[in-house]
């Protein structure tokens, strides 16, 4: 009997559509894998909604209510039990990425792909990764963090912002796909980029840029013991994008070339290779994730760590299949190794003592 297979996708994050576009990825994947596949649909408003396969075929979400299960370790359906072997969380950003949507699942007591709370969680923090990675030798480029709720220290924070230099890029601590990011070039548009961010998110990291940086982006695949790490890959903004915003992630089909395995020294991609695995293994993670660095265009040997990623897109041009894909590893594996991985860590789980004696 086939593995039934619940991919979660959508939720209230302000990355809703494209965790929709992933999901239509990944459950053709795992449908070529052997899998079942339940649709899991969180909308906007919360709740979750399993989607009938010509529905979502269709671009319709509509569907019927669900209700999680704690006794059955599971959902209900029309008061029924209906059971999963495992999920695929594609909820990207806030309340799917950082944590909650995995302590959710634990819970829950179902296997699950990709970190677990404190990674997830840590991972989606910028300016917390930043700090393992530092504690970690890992380097980094200055920066400052501000919030909003202090108007002393966020003067403060601009201030010290300034002695940072341009460019800078200002970012929203806890948010992914590049979603209210902004590259400041003039000290006159800091206070505006900002106040961008702060729509976003209650805490703003402002980081000193690299000019014309390239973009370098590595895949991390297994266990804190058994960890590979992808070729490398260079995104390279175009079209008037000068780095790779949400515009040309997701809006703009010409907006980026995608170099992989990147034109790099055999020397310098074993190095960021490495990188990966040590973020990977410092941040906890478990599964999957993608991590970014920026290198300066004149020199190889300046590059810093930028931020890791634990539910990279997967979307039929998204970085993190590709990155695999091009390391030998078809996006239909990638799949089933995932799926495997999560069933695996929850089996290790289930031998551990809950009470004492």
Aim: aromatic share 8%; hydrophobic share 40%.
């Amino acid at each position: 009997m086939k593995k039934n297979i619940g991919v979660i996708f959508g939720g209230r994050s302000a990355e809703h559509e494209v965790s929709i576009e992933s999901a239509k990825t990944v459950v053709k994947n795992l449908s070529l894998a052997g899998y079942a596949v339940s649709r899991i649909y969180i909308p906007r408003r919360g709740a979750w909604r399993l989607v009938s396969p010509a529905a979502f075929a269709g671009g319709r979400l509509a569907g019927a209510d669900m209700e999680p299960s704690f006794e059955k370790e599971s959902f209900t359906l029309a008061g029924r039990p209906f059971r999963l072997d495992a999920v695929f969380p594609l909820v990207h950003g806030s309340t799917g990425e950082d944590g909650i949507l995995q302590g959710f699942l634990e819970l829950l007591g179902l296997p699950y792909v990709g970190s677990g709370v404190l990674a997830s969680a840590a991972g989606m923090d910028k300016a917390l990764s930043k700090e393992i990675a530092r504690k970690h030798g890992i380097p980094l480029l200055a920066h400052v963090e501000i919030s909003g709720r202090d108007k002393k220290r966020a003067a403060a924070g601009l201030k010290a912002a300034r002695r940072l230099g341009l460019p800078l890029f200002v970012k929203p601590v806890q948010l992914g796909s590049s979603v209210g990011i902004t590259k400041v070039k003039a000290f006159k548009d800091l206070a505006k980029a900002v106040a961008f961010a702060f729509r976003y998110d209650s805490r703003v990291l402002i980081e000193k840029g690299v000019d014309r940086a390239r973009e370098i982006v590595c895949g991390a695949l297994g266990s804190a013991s058994d960890v590979r790490a992808s070729v490398c890959g260079e995104v390279r903004p175009k079209g008037g994008h000068e780095f790779y915003d949400y515009e040309a992630k997701y809006l703009d089909d010409n907006g980026i070339d995608f170099l992989a395995p990147a034109p790099l020294s055999k020397k310098t991609a074993g190095r960021l290779r490495a990188l990966t695995v040590a973020v990977f293994r410092a941040m906890g993670c478990y599964g999957m994730a993608r991590v970014d660095f920026l290198m300066d265009p004149r020199s190889e040997d300046k590059f810093y760590f930028c931020e890791i990623n634990t539910i990279p897109g997967f979307t039929s041009h998204s970085l993190y299949p590709t990155l695999w894909k091009k390391t030998g590893l078809s996006p239909v594996k990638l799949a089933d190794r995932l799926v495997r991985l999560a069933i695996e860590r929850q089996k290790a789980k289930s031998r551990l003592k809950t009470e004492r004696g």
